[in-house]
């Protein structure tokens, strides 16, 4: 039996794979079972920050296995202390609960803005705000925060509690809060939602609006955070902080680890309140400090800005060059979108990859890019050479 048959007789059919079976991948490139190379734009979708085997990274992860895999968070271990050091030194937050998922912080940010909202102001029913076209994970409470009704569709009764307002619209949210809101979560630029960034001005009345009203602001990192849009939080950007913040995808550079982060004053979990038998296990915090270590030996947050600014320039000429079906090019750093005048991501997607480029689609009208951090100019300029070339090929009509 192939690989592909085992999948279809013996895998749940939860993703629509492209048919392709990679077994090793080496810096931004990944191998398939021929032999065939392909420039990794998508990076596990925005989570293999120091791209595939990186030494470092193999290194601390193979060493670790070699001394202690797991123990339970019934015992202190040096190196989840290590990483939360390094996280909370560099970053907003004071304290870090750690998981294995982008869902499972998310959730855990859920619960905790729950109990904010109980304890500390006093509701009983307390409301959590997020964005339309939103991404915030699978599990039950995590879906229902997210607002794009097509993940939603089949797993109904959704949670209640969960209230929905356009994005980068302060004055919408602003109309839905009432005395039982604990909280917003929200995404500091939007991924899955078509990687639209937010509006710096919106989230900074947002910051001001919260504090006033003692409402928790809680970002989403779980795509934007360790350096991915040039700054190592989404939230540098915005000049704003938050109160709490969640972590996955790039933490491990591969290896699944979340943090759901807060300050002092919101880290108010208690012991029973809530946890997770792998969360922050030595293996996977090896491996996130090796990330870590990584990402400022490298200077890979400096090359997230210039090749992303490099990316964004290319990508920029796209648009000129192949008017009207492009339409614009967004984002920040290293996570950057093409925008169509069509639906037509998936067949671009398809015919990139048939040239030996990965990129993937952000709903059916924006090309996604999220590569590795390490990736080097010569790279940023192929996957734009493909690029042009698979535009160059495709009929001019736009199809609509
Ligand atoms: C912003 C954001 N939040 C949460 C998630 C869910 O993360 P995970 O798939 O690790 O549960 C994702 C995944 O794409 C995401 O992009």
Redesign the pocket.
């Known amino acids: 039996m192939t690989v592909q048959q085992a999948f279809e007789q013996h895998v749940m059919h939860t993703y629509a794979r492209f048919s392709v079976v990679f077994e090793r991948g080496e810096g931004c490139y990944l191998e398939n079972s021929d032999g065939r190379r392909y420039l990794d734009f998508v990076a596990g ?2 989570t293999c920050v120091l791209g595939h085997a990186h030494p470092v990274l193999s290194a601390a992860i193979a060493e670790q296995a070699r001394t202690l895999i797991h123990v339970s968070n019934l015992y202190y271990t040096p190196q989840q202390a290590r990483l939360a050091e390094w996280l909370t030194a560099h970053s907003a937050a004071d304290r870090v609960f750690f998981c294995n ?6 959730e855990g940010a859920i619960k905790l803005a729950r109990k904010y909202g109980r304890t500390v102001l006093g509701i009983a029913e307390p409301q959590i705000i997020s964005a339309h076209q ?6 039950m409470a ?1 879906v229902t925060a997210t607002g794009q009704p097509k993940y939603q569709k089949h797993f109904h009764p959704l949670v209640p509690g969960f209230v929905h307002v356009p994005y980068n619209d302060f004055e919408a949210l602003r109309a839905q809060v009432t005395d039982a809101t604990a909280a917003v979560l929200i ?1 500091p630029i ?3 939602g078509g990687v639209v960034p937010g509006d710096v001005e919106c989230f900074q009345k947002l910051r001001r609006f919260c504090s006033e009203r003692r409402i928790l602001l809680m970002l ?5 955070g360790m350096g991915r849009t040039g700054r190592l939080f989404g939230y540098e950007h915005l000049g704003i902080e938050p109160d709490v913040f ?1 972590l ?2 790039a933490l491990g550079g591969g290896v ?1 680890i ?1 943090a759901l982060c807060a300050k002092e004053a919101f880290a108010i979990f208690e012991p029973g309140d809530h946890a997770s038998t792998f969360g922050g296990n030595p293996l996977a915090c090896a491996a996130a400090l090796a990330v870590c270590q990584t990402l400022e030996a490298e200077l890979l947050v400096d090359n997230a800005r210039e090749r992303g600014a490099q990316l964004a320039a290319g990508l920029g000429r796209l648009v000129e060059r192949f008017k009207p079906l492009v339409r614009t090019a967004r984002g920040r750093g290293l996570m950057q979108g093409l925008v169509l005048s069509a639906p037509r991501a998936a067949e671009i997607v398809r015919q990139a990859m048939e040239q030996g480029l990965l990129v993937f689609s952000a709903g059916p009208e924006v090309i996604r890019f999220v590569p590795p951090l390490i990736v080097s100019a010569i790279e940023v300029d192929e996957a734009l050479a493909i690029l042009e070339g698979v535009f160059a090929q495709l009929p001019v009509t736009v199809t609509a």
């Open positions: 979708i925005a998922s982008g869902a499972e912080a998310n939103s991404f915030h994970g699978r599990t995590t995404e939007q991924g899955e989403d990192e779980v795509q934007t969640t996955a995808k699944p979340g």
